[in-house]
């Protein structure tokens, strides 16, 4: 499937039945799997053959997912976990233990924040966060012997700001760090970030990779591309007692930090995707280059109606001319810049929390990236968490609303926050 384009890919990738199997891919909801040898079952447990022993490291139905993220990210393996969170988690922890440090930039999603900063930080890993609008030639000053990665969004939450992926990446490589990047809101049909020079990418496949708000999930894809040989990741070159002392790059190659993320962390922390979510989820992913369009062509149009209305201070969207990321989004997101808007309401926090309270068609939910269109306010919700000084240097202000523009008609959208910033005048 690699050879096809990415709208086929969304609808065949990752499934090919055999004769007289379905056609749509089954829920295997069992937790444990038949067989007949038990020298093959010891083989599984020592990772010397391929196939499902439990279902908290792998299942067929959430392997099919798993392959067509592969596929549409142009990765060699990917892991299916139980949601973005984890994905996140995953791909800090396969990479670092205690006493070491990564960087990643300040526009982070409120809980990828939380978890860096306080989880994380419990554990004994320390997160550099930088200003998301730091050169990247700057990096290096921040990194020491015990630095591991680099961690960054594709388009940040909530600000949308556009990372450049191609200069980031090679600050990251310049100093021997893996260059993680979340793709969450970009998506593979808008953007894949491998293909600039990413390592690692991740996904809440909660968002539009489900596209229709019914399943948590997280996606980790390996680009296969990384040198972990190059003397800064012993947790991957060096033997692991857990496998009688195998090297995980001496005996997985390419693919060594994916099979380390599932023989390890999830076998141990068993943060599992279910097959009934990786069922539903596959099926949003068939769709995902039409709505992700959708999402695209309407977000557009929603931001430039925003843009003329005297009841808002400021409208951030990548794909409008003037936009200070204009330029990195024609570059990164050809096809469109995802349907999430983030605006300012005059009056500030009040005006903000008045708007949000008088929309009609959209509604008020804590979550991003579905088919329909939704209002929060990132400073006393999602990001509440962050001190005022923290919110800013993250990118949110008082006055801000994130808008995840839906798939409905955009004149509906468009007339529905028209009324709500109407009624507050």
């Known amino acids: 499937m690699k050879n096809y384009s990415v709208e086929t890919q969304c609808v065949q990738a990752g499934y090919e039945p055999k004769s007289g199997e379905p056609r749509v891919a089954p829920i295997v909801q069992s937790t444990t799997y038949k067989y007949d040898d038990a020298d093959q079952v010891a083989a599984l447990f020592d990772l010397s053959a391929v196939g499902h022993m439990y279902s908290r490291i792998s299942n067929p139905t959430v392997e099919v997912l798993e392959k067509k993220l592969a596929v549409l990210e142009g990765g060699v393996g990917a892991l299916g976990v139980a949601s973005g969170q984890s994905a996140n988690f995953f791909a800090i922890f396969t990479l670092c233990s205690a006493g070491d440090n990564f960087i990643c930039l300040s526009n982070l999603y409120g809980g990828t924040h939380t978890l860096f900063t306080s989880t994380l930080k419990r554990m004994g890993i320390e997160a550099t966060i930088l200003p998301c609008t730091i050169e990247p030639k700057e990096i290096a000053k921040y990194v020491n012997s015990k630095t591991k990665l680099l961690f960054a969004e594709t388009l940040g939450n909530p600000g949308v700001e556009v990372l450049d992926i ?171 810049a995802s349907g999430v808007i983030s605006f300012g309401v005059k009056g500030g926090v009040d005006k903000a929390k008045l708007f949000i309270n008088s929309v009609k068609l959209a509604s008020l939910v804590v979550h991003v990236g579905d088919l329909r269109t939704h209002v929060l306010h990132p400073a006393s919700m999602t990001h509440r968490q962050l001190s005022e000084e923290q919110q800013i240097k993250a990118g949110i202000a008082p006055e801000m609303i994130r808008l995840s523009v839906g798939i409905e008609n955009p004149k509906d959208i468009c007339d529905d926050l028209y009324q709500a910033l109407k009624a507050q005048a």
């Open 166 to 336: 191609e200069a980031f990446a090679k600050a990251a490589h310049d100093n021997k760090l893996a260059f993680v990047v979340d793709n969450t809101f970009a998506t593979p049909y808008l953007c894949r970030p491998i293909e600039h020079g990413a390592d690692i990418v991740t996904h809440s496949a909660t968002k539009y990779l489900d596209g229709h708000a019914t399943s948590l999930g997280g996606v980790i894809v390996d680009s296969g591309n990384f040198d972990w040989n190059n003397g800064n990741f012993d947790c991957l070159t060096q033997p692991d007692p857990a496998y009688h002392g195998l090297s995980y790059t001496e005996t997985f190659g390419n693919q060594a930090f994916i099979v380390k993320a599932r023989a390890s962390l999830l076998r141990d922390l068993g943060s599992t995707m279910s097959p009934n979510n990786a069922f539903l989820i596959n099926l949003g992913t068939e769709t995902l280059a039409l709505r992700m369009q959708r999402h695209s062509d309407n977000a557009l149009e929603v931001a430039k109606f925003l843009q003329s209305l005297d009841e808002v201070a400021w409208v951030n969207y990548p794909k409008l001319e003037g936009s200070k990321d204009y330029k990195l989004a024609e570059k990164y997101l050809p096809k469109g």
